[in-house]
């Protein structure tokens, strides 16, 4: 299975300040279509996953602009330009790849 | 818009069984991959099956397969896990998702546990 390690696994931020996430595969997630099938999902206490990176860097509808995503090959990172207090959670990275899909191990976000 | 509402979740003995359901609406259900997916209590998310839209192409993790089976029913938009031979290790949030590689809908979930 390709294994997904992130780094750090707990992540305090002072709002306003901005944060920076590692998540890094053990082989290559290029698929043969081209795409590379990485993601970005946050968990908030007691929801579901939400999507906010699809396809390393394309961000869905509705999330606002302070998240990017950004890599290739076998390395990517999530920015949040400037925290704020909603976006406390963990944050996970997924690929999609290589059955069966794998998530990296969450990064707890929160506020110093 | 599209909604995802997975059902019975419970309380279960090791070796017991249990059936989930998933009903979909807002999309055409009959076009994709539907996948399940849990999240064991405060770790992390785990994918463990999937199935295409025609029902002939199913995966499974290495931790289900052989006890678990997923099957689908396009006319009335619903997706089944069909958890066997259940161990204290399946307790967890299940939940059904969509499209399979870069899932952008999820259900709330529902809880299985496991033990005696």
């Known amino acids: 299975d390709v294994v997904m390690t992130q780094s750090p696994l707990s992540l305090p931020v002072t709002l306003g300040q901005p944060a920076s996430i590692s998540c890094r595969s053990s082989?290559?997630?290029?698929?043969?279509?081209?795409?590379?099938?990485l993601n970005w999902f946050q968990q908030r206490p007691g929801q579901s996953p939400r999507r906010l990176i699809t396809?390393?860097?394309n961000r869905d509808s509705g999330v606002p602009d302070r998240f990017s995503g950004s890599g290739s090959g076998t390395d990517f990172t999530l920015k949040i330009s400037r925290v704020e207090a909603e976006d406390v959670g963990v944050y996970y990275c997924?690929?999609?790849?290589?059955?069966?899909?794998?998530f990296g191990q969450g990064t707890k976000v929160e506020i110093k | 818009q599209v909604q995802l509402v997975e059902s019975g979740g419970g309380l279960v003995k090791p070796g017991g069984s249990l059936r989930l359901s998933c009903v979909a609406s807002?999309?055409?259900?009959?076009?994709?991959?539907m996948s399940w997916a849990r999240q064991a209590p405060g770790k992390g998310l785990e994918w463990i099956s999937h199935?295409?839209?025609?029902?002939?192409?199913?995966e499974f993790a290495d931790s289900v397969k052989g006890r678990f089976t997923i099957s689908r029913d396009n006319a009335n938009n619903l997706l089944y896990l069909q958890m066997n031979s259940l161990r204290v290790e399946d307790t967890a949030v299940y939940y059904c998702?969509?499209?399979?590689?870069?899932?952008?809908?999820w259900g709330q979930g529902t809880q299985v546990t496991v033990s005696s």
């Open positions: 997924m690929q999609g790849t290589h059955w069966p899909w794998t």
């Open positions: 082989q290559s997630l290029v698929y043969s279509d081209g795409n590379i099938y």
């Open positions: 199935i295409s839209p025609s029902s002939h192409h199913i």
């Open positions: 396809k390393v860097s």
């Open positions: 998702a969509f499209p399979t590689r870069e899932p952008l809908s």
């Open positions: 807002g999309f055409t259900f009959s076009d994709y991959y």
